[in-house]
Nanobody
């Protein structure tokens, strides 16, 4: 059974940093792109960042320069380093892997206080 488990969320002051992890189990995703999304209060889920199997990355404009996505294929894990956090970054953060399938984690809450 495939599972994606996010961790690393929490409460942080504006300007602070957090590093989210998403550990996959049940199959290997080294050949697939992995991505992070988030859903803020009263908002739709939005794409944040993606990393391909080759390491190419793409970001939502509003997080470019502040967030960095990376992956460790040996650990079947994708990370999201978040710096210079703002209150508007408050959301539940999800990791996602798609192919002929579409897997999501359960999400991890990030709350940024002003």
């Amino acid at each position: 059974q495939v599972q994606l488990v996010e961790s690393g969320g929490g409460l942080v002051q504006a300007g602070g940093s957090l590093r989210l992890s998403c550990a996959a189990s049940g199959r290997t995703f080294s050949s697939y792109s992995m991505a992070w999304f988030r859903q803020g209060p009263g908002k739709e889920r939005e794409f944040l960042a993606r990393i391909t199997s080759g390491g190419s990355t793409a970001y939502l404009d509003s997080v470019k320069g502040r967030f960095t996505i990376s992956r460790d294929n040996a650990k079947n894990t994708v990370y999201l380093q978040m710096n210079s956090l703002k209150p508007e970054d408050t959301a539940v953060y999800y990791c996602n892997v798609r192919g002929s399938f579409d897997y999501w984690g359960q999400g991890t809450q990030v709350t940024v206080s002003s």
